[in-house]
């Protein structure tokens, strides 16, 4: 098939493509900025996420349509700029891809339209979404513009995945390289719950997603473990083969320290290494429920984490990211 992808550059958009030039496909992508794509598989389109003719030629001929683009949070992005890809950016690709004809789009949205979950249990696709920071709120309304979309000739589908990790995520790697060389200092988390899948397994269920997801429907991928932040550190830990700390800082002192370091850094224009957004993972729990997507598309996650991050540290290892 002819696919169009938006957002490729990152990490779970290289996978994507990879996976979908090793299955054959045709694969367009939208290149913002500086060159990332070289390789002859790939037909790359320069421009931005809101130039309406390139992402209309970028759409003309495909089948279907992964909407990745996002703005991501540093802390220096304004809402309106958020607003400005994350909704409107989003508006315009569907735009695009019902004139161009295209049949499937899949969106990829965020577990953090829920803001932070209260209930025990891991939460289904239909629990009520309360957004905390503005990178979430922005999610809210590309979901919105996705959902609302109307629509005659495309299926469109939402995916919201959960904590991602896997070689190459230098989100994941920064965790790691932190319990590895003894710098990290954990921050509560204790009752705070995550659902890690693994890179592999989330791009066999977005292609699962396009086959056989229904049409305004929304699903999430995650793995099968709901997990607290705490025992994600610490089965890290155990595949460094290290030790991992046991005191654990009060969040009101690491929110005061978040704020002032914040507050500094903006002075001099700059991001902070400690941010509202980062401390997120620490405090906000997003536990998902995947039996919906286990029911209507066969979706079924083969790494257990312990698993996962194993292959995963052992890839750094080998690529010279963390020493032996």
Known sequence: MNIFVTGASGFIGKALIKELADRKHKVSVLQHKKAVFKESSYRVYQGDISDFSVLKKASTNAEVVFHLAASMGADQVSEREFMRINKKGTELVLKAAEEAGVKKFVHFSSAGVFGSVRQKGAVRENYPRNPISVYDRSKRAGEDAVLNFPSQKMRIMVVRPGWVYG????RTFKLIKAIADKRFVFVTGEKTLQTPVYINDLIKGVLLCAERGKNGEIYHLAGKEILTVREIAEKIADALETHFPTLALPLWFIKTVTSIFENGYRVFGRE??????RLA?????????????????GYSPEYDFRTGIQRTISWYKEKGWLNH
């Open 281 to 297: 993972f620490f405090t906000h729990s997003k536990p998902l429920s995947i039996k919906k997507a286990e029911l209507e598309l």
């Open 272 to 277: 902070a290494p400690l941010t509202r957004g």
């Open 167 to 170: 070689p190459e995520d230098r």
